[in-house]
Nanobody
């Protein structure tokens, strides 16, 4: 059964860094579009960063220059390096695998930025 599993969340002080990981099952991981999304209480889920199978990446304006998405196709894993974290980055972060119109979500990992 296909699975998406995120890890790496936690509590960090403002200005700190975290690295999220997402392991995704599938035989053609390199072809998948992988993305990170987040949802804060009372807010809609929003796209944070995306990495296509063709190597394109893009970011939400709110995280551009602070976050970096990368992937290791040999290990079926996508990462989100988050630097200069702000309290407004606090949310549950979700990983999504997309391929030919089919989406699969992970269970999410909590990131809390607070002093």
């Amino acid at each position: 059964q296909a699975q998406i599993v995120e890890s790496g969340g936690g509590l960090v002080q403002p200005g700190g860094s975290l690295r999220l990981s997402c392991a995704a099952s599938g035989r053609i991981f390199s072809a998948y579009t992988m993305s990170w999304h987040r949802q804060a209480p009372g807010n809609q889920r929003e796209l944070v960063a995306i990495s296509t199978g063709g190597g394109r990446t893009d970011y939400a304006d709110s995280v551009r220059g602070r976050f970096r998405i990368s992937r290791d196709n040999a290990k079926n894993t996508v990462f989100l390096q988050m630097n200069s974290l702000k309290p407004e980055d606090t949310a549950v972060y979700y990983c999504k695998r997309s391929f030919k119109g089919n989406d699969m979500w992970g269970q999410g990992t909590q990131v809390t930025v607070s002093s």
